[in-house]
């Protein structure tokens, strides 16, 4: 059975950092990419970052780049979000996701997903 396992949510104030984890069991985790998505209340779910499998590529929405960092394990098969400077705008329940390759952007694209993490940012 895959689970996703994400962990590293909180509140923290506007311009502080936190570091997500996601981490993967029951499947192969090196020939899947993962990607992070986050849903705010009474919007649609988006794309936050993703990351390939096995050759780096890394995709970011424009809203984050430069403020968040994606990066994966693969020895612990878990993939992780580094973000800082966070913003009110960012308050949303993160979600990370596999999928085969090719690397995507799309939530429909994805597979598997975990359950959530509650990101709060006080401003």
């Known amino acids: 059975q895959v689970q996703l396992r994400e962990s590293g949510g909180g509140l923290v104030q506007a311009g502080g950092s936190l570091r997500l984890s996601c981490a993967a069991s029951?499947?192969?985790?090196?020939?899947?990419?993962m990607g992070w998505f986050r849903q705010a209340p009474g919007k649609e779910r988006e794309f936050v970052a993703a990351?390939?499998?096995?050759?780096?590529?890394?995709y970011y929405a424009d809203s984050v780049k430069g403020r968040f960092t994606i990066s994966r394990d693969n020895a612990k098969s878990t993939v992780y979000l580094q973000m800082h400077s966070l913003k009110p705008e960012d308050t949303a329940v993160y979600y990370c996701?596999?999928?085969?390759?090719?690397?995507?952007?799309?939530?429909?694209?994805?597979?598997?997903w975990g359950q959530g993490t509650q990101v709060t940012v006080s401003s």
């Open positions: 029951g499947l192969t985790f090196g020939y899947y990419s």
């Open positions: 996701a596999a999928k085969r390759q090719p690397i995507g952007t799309r939530p429909n694209d994805y597979y598997y």
């Open positions: 990351i390939s499998r096995s050759d780096g590529s890394l």
